[in-house]
């Protein structure tokens, strides 16, 4: 395998959330790599990275801890990334998402969903519009920034391509099987990463409840929409907005309550990228694993996200390797923010380390203890915490805040069930001036 000898020449960034996506994305790669010879990777940057090339690209893949997921996680994953990655220019944020059926596009399960700008949108919506400000008061996010210009150009040069000619994901999927053939099989318990058959593909009016398990083999078939039978099973690829938010979507009428509060026509939802979008320059690419209903199983998350991947691959071809030549991902970010600070903080054995102060929150034990910053930042900044939880999802059993954001520091904050559940539980934070 090859080492480079720089983390300087790695200009690309391919972000990723769940261990699956990070598979996929490096099944795509044309050769992986080594990590670069001058790279030492601080405590504060808790992503967990894989680099490689794909044609003339040098790309860097970051995926989250396991375990975190959400909004601002992935912020956190993004300013991490390029703060150990200075000459990333921009980022491709790829992984599985929900398709939104409606009129105005025919998506279903293993198609590909690609962020567009359109009216005044930058080509993802918050769906849940609100964003943790200081003290704790939820504000409106504004509109999210839009891709950069040389990724549109390239997905513009790649639709003009495809209009003639068709894609090349079909192929990329053969050689993903053809390179590790171990991801067509069955692994803990779910499919590999193959298309899994129009049959497995239903998509119930949504006044249909599911019946029960798993699986919809109890569903009744009568309550199926009527879909046209398509050609052909390859991916099919669209353009539109995407709804991203932190509200995980399992039912048909709170998708519905969702699309229509955004008042924009989105095609597919997803849970990470408008952490990103003001952060980092990206594009966001979808692989469609369900329909955010009460029917939705994991079955199809493997395919789609190496659609999802493959898609990605294919765009490399169009994004120049010269004349990406805008600011790089840092120096927008800096001239965006005053100052970035963050850093991980573990709670270890909480019982005997009179740093942290416990109180009871309802039924809930909080741990606190203040923070503080580096450097005095000339205005309190705006501070965003992710759990590192192991092993399990954050829940509200066991979660992080904040509270106090000063120019100095703020008071992070751990809560969990009993003392039990606190001895291994860590944070990474990140506080960006404004
Ligand atoms: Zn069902």
Not at 113 to 141: C, E, H, N, T, W
Not at 162 to 187: D, G, K, V, W
Request: net charge neutral.
């Amino acid at each position: 395998m090859t080492s480079l000898s720089s983390r300087n020449l790695y200009t690309i960034g391919w972000i990723c959330a769940l261990p699956l996506e990070r598979t996929a994305a490096i099944s795509m790669l044309d050769e992986e790599h080594r990590r670069p010879r001058d790279f030492e990777q601080s405590r504060s940057d808790t992503n967990s990275y894989a680099w490689g090339n794909i044609g003339a690209h040098n790309v860097v893949i970051a995926s989250l801890p396991v375990g975190e997921y959400g909004l601002a996680s992935a912020a956190g994953a993004a300013i991490s990334l390029l703060l150990s990655f200075p000459e990333v220019r921009f980022g491709l944020m790829v992984g599985i998402g929900a398709g939104i059926p409606g009129r105005s596009a025919d998506v279903r399960l293993g198609d590909v969903v690609v962020s567009r700008p359109q009216g005044r949108s930058g080509g993802v919506v918050q769906y849940d519009f609100v964003k943790a400000i200081q003290g704790g008061v939820l504000q409106r996010m504004g509109a999210l920034d839009s891709p950069p210009r040389v990724l549109l150009n390239a997905v513009a040069a790649m639709q003009a391509q495809h209009a003639r000619q068709p894609s090349h994901i079909p192929r990329f999927l053969n050689e993903m099987i053809t390179r590790n053939p171990i991801m067509a099989q069955p692994q803990q318990g779910l499919p590999g990463y193959t298309y899994q058959g129009s049959s497995n593909d239903r998509l119930f009016v949504a006044t249909y409840p599911h019946s029960q398990g798993d699986s919809c083999d109890t569903c009744d078939p009568t309550q199926q929409v009527q879909r046209t039978t398509r050609n052909s099973t390859d991916p099919q690829i669209h353009y539109g907005l995407i709804a991203s938010g932190n509200t995980l979507i399992k039912d048909a009428a709170a998708r519905s309550t969702l699309v229509s509060q955004t008042g924009e026509d989105c095609i597919c939802f997803e849970m990470e990228a408008a952490g990103l979008m003001n952060q980092f320059p990206c594009l966001v690419i979808r692989g469609i694993c369900d329909y955010a209903d009460a029917h939705k199983n994991d079955r199809w998350q493997r395919y789609a996200a190496a659609t999802a991947s493959a898609y990605a691959k294919e765009l490399f071809e169009y994004i120049p390797v010269q004349g990406v030549s805008t600011a790089s991902g840092m120096e927008a970010l800096e001239r965006s923010s005053q100052r970035i600070a963050l850093d991980v903080v573990n709670v270890g054995d909480i019982r005997d380390d009179s740093s942290w102060t416990k109180r009871t929150d309802g039924t809930l034990q909080c741990w606190e203890r203040r923070v503080g910053f580096e450097q005095e930042f000339t205005e309190p900044p705006m501070v965003i915490t992710a759990l590192r939880a192991i092993g399990a999802a954050p829940s509200r059993q066991r979660s992080v805040g904040w509270a106090n954001v000063d120019r100095s520091g703020f008071t992070i904050r751990f809560w969990a069930e009993s003392d039990h559940g606190i001895g291994n539980m860590s944070a990474s934070w990140f506080a960006v001036g404004r």
